[in-house]
């Protein structure tokens, strides 16, 4: 597979035209995946985006997607008005005791990725049994050679630019502060 980054987009290309496969991902959505999943690299965040399985809508009636929770809870910081909250990690035994954390792992539970604790910002993404997660590819994409495509100036001015735009959106307008 070919990495290149172009036009805002990290493209990842089968090398010749007969083979299978390819992924398109627009800066700005690797940008918003790694802010609401907490992800400590760009390998992490395409993985991320490679591993998950979107559940879809898992409440009908307030429309709650796997991604609520955490775009609340980045919201919650921004605004500073997140308050302590105990929270089980899947293994039953850890408490959480970063609001910011647990919204963090509930969206990364919903989406079927692992957990991480509030002392490690790493997102540890397991691939399978018999593979080890520090693996350099997954899925046929070589994830060494995507963080040293994202690490060009180009993409990282894209990328910081993204981060930028997507807290902007979270702030609250003037004309909702009236409200």
Do not use: C
Not at 25 to 44: I, K, Y
Not at 93 to 110: G, Q, S
Not at 127 to 153: I, K, N
């Amino acid at each position: 597979m070919e990495t290149v980054f172009e036009d805002g987009n990290l493209i990842i290309r089968p090398t010749k035209p007969d083979e299978p496969g390819g992924v398109f991902m627009p800066v700005d959505a690797l940008a918003a995946w790694s802010q609401l999943l907490g992800t400590s690299s760009m390998t992490e965040t395409v993985k991320a985006v490679l591993k998950s399985q979107d559940p879809g809508i898992i409440d009908k009636q307030t429309s709650e997607n796997a991604w609520t929770g955490a775009f609340d809870g980045l919201q919650a910081a921004l605004n500073d008005t997140a308050s302590t909250v105990s929270m089980l990690t899947a293994d039953g035994e850890t408490v959480l005791n970063d609001p910011l954390t647990a919204a963090h792992n509930r969206t990364r539970t919903l989406l079927e990725l692992s957990e991480t604790s509030e002392y490690d910002d790493t997102l540890q993404l397991s691939v399978s049994d018999s593979q080890s997660a520090q693996v350099d590819s997954y899925q046929g994409v070589d994830l060494s050679h995507v963080e040293t495509v994202m690490q060009q100036d180009a993409a990282v001015e894209a990328y910081d630019k993204s981060v930028e735009e997507f807290y902007k959106a979270l702030q609250p307008t003037q004309q909702q502060e009236k409200k």
